[in-house]
């Protein structure tokens, strides 16, 4: 739609407001409902927006280790412009219209915390190489029969599972709530966020969606957007979706693979794809492949970014714990996908559920260009079989402190994201382990209360 199309629509709404909404650090979006006539404004400058949105944690609680804002600067309003192409209808709230937004710092620069930013950053990069990125983020997640007063009131203890039983890409179970199945392909289609599939996954009341893959900021919009609007349309159907890592430890964990192709500048030609090649990867993907094995290790909590991620990356649980990589083997970091011209792609299956998607696809896309742009070649073999066994190559970090001072003290996740940037997103991981360490968990009441 044209800038003047979208203000008509606007203007016509009889909601007389529109919903806007930006990514904070952990993805979590943060927003707000404004009047048409505010909105008509906002259009011709910005719109001031708190910037504690990136000085506190995924529960409103105040960093201690921040310099980019904080006590000391009074939390002041931060620019916040809407991207007019990320117009959407919101089905579930009678089409009231909805934007997405980015951070700019006062001299009108994308802001160096602004997740969305950096994406656009990277994409600029890679499109100056002469490459357009396409991506696509699916997501397992499980629903509970349970509203946020219920959680509450059961201190989140023994949620009830939407449905039991572990039913892995289940006709059956996908019939039995059948309304909540069919009202999230639907709205999400409508809502501008097209499934290419939806099915149960293995575990109790979880389910798996593949978003339809998009440009590298198109596709980042709609995962963000899938998560929110997933845990929405949730709500209507009394029911809780979470996309935790791991939610319980005899339970599979939720993953948030990331797919990936370079094509050319026109988005004709996938240039991952060689037929003269044995395997059908090209030279290109060999580099891009080699470039996300050397930098995972410095840039992982891109990937995993909470504590409980590290309870998802563990052996045997669906969830790689090696830098390996392999052709279709869903034991690997990096599982290839070679299978034609057009589907050709790699698939990071690192990333788990509970990620922002901006950073993820960021860092999956600034990984690889650093294996082209220093011409990495993919000496290391292809993993045949188990890859949790085939650890010649090195394991991922272990706990959110260990990646975070990994990251913290790398000079290639500063190359490839920014020193400010790394500062930052760094604070606010060492607050998240500094949060952790201070709680006393069942766990250890259980294991020392009596005995010890």
Request: aromatic share 12%.
């Amino acid at each position: 739609m044209t800038t003047q199309e979208i203000e008509e629509y606007v203007k016509q709404h009889p909601g007389g407001r529109v919903k806007i909404a930006a990514s904070d650090i952990d993805g979590i979006l943060r927003g707000k409902y404004i009047s048409v006539d505010k909105f008509l404004a906002v259009l011709k400058g910005e719109l001031g927006f708190c910037d504690v949105v990136f000085g506190w944690d995924a529960h409103d609680v105040a960093y201690d280790n921040s310099k980019f804002t904080g006590w000391h600067s009074g939390y002041p309003d931060m620019p916040l412009k809407l991207d007019l192409n990320t117009f959407r209808k919101v089905p579930w709230e009678a089409n009231v219209p909805f934007f997405l937004g980015d951070f700019f710092d006062e001299r009108g620069t994308g802001a160096v915390v602004c997740p969305r930013q950096l994406l656009k950053r990277i994409i600029n990069e890679c499109m100056q190489l002469g490459y357009k990125p396409f991506f696509s983020q699916e997501f397992e997640w499980f629903n509970f029969e349970e509203t946020p007063r219920s959680l509450e009131l059961k201190a989140f203890q023994n949620p009830i599972p939407l449905t039991p039983g572990m039913f892995g890409y289940s006709i059956l179970r996908s019939s039995l709530k059948n309304d909540f199945f069919h009202d999230l392909f639907e709205s999400l289609t409508k809502f501008g966020v097209p499934l290419e599939g939806l099915h149960t996954e293995t575990g109790p009341g979880v389910y798996e969606a593949a978003i339809t893959y998009a440009n590298a900021l198109e596709a980042a919009d709609r995962a963000i957007l899938f998560k929110t609007a997933v845990k929405e349309i949730a709500y209507r159907h009394g029911i809780i979706a979470s996309f935790m890592a791991k939610w319980k430890a005899d339970l599979p964990g939720c993953s948030g693979h990331v797919h990936q192709s370079l094509w050319d500048e026109d988005g004709q030609e996938n240039l991952f794809y060689d037929k003269t090649e044995v395997n059908k990867m090209s030279e290109l993907m060999k580099q891009y492949v080699a470039g996300q094995l050397f930098c995972l290790p410095h840039m992982l909590p891109l990937l995993a970014p909470t504590i409980n991620s590290y309870k998802r990356l563990v052996e045997g649980a669906w969830a790689p714990t090696t830098l390996t990589w392999g052709l279709d083997n869903r034991t690997v970091a990096l599982r290839i996908l070679a299978s034609g011209k057009k589907a050709t792609r790699i698939e990071t299956r690192v990333v788990g559920s509970d990620t922002n998607p901006y950073l993820a696809i960021a860092a999956c896309l600034a990984a690889g260009l650093y294996g082209i742009k220093h011409r990495l070649s993919l000496k290391q073999p292809a993993t045949v079989g188990n890859g949790y066994k085939d650890k010649s190559h090195g394991c991922l970090p272990s706990n959110l402190w260990e990646a975070t001072q990994q990251m913290k003290q790398s000079p290639i996740a500063k190359e490839l994201f920014g020193s400010d940037f790394v500062e930052h997103f760094c604070g606010t991981r060492e607050w998240e382990w500094q949060q952790f360490a201070k709680a006393v968990t069942d766990w250890e009441l259980k294991r020392y209360f009596e005995i010890i």
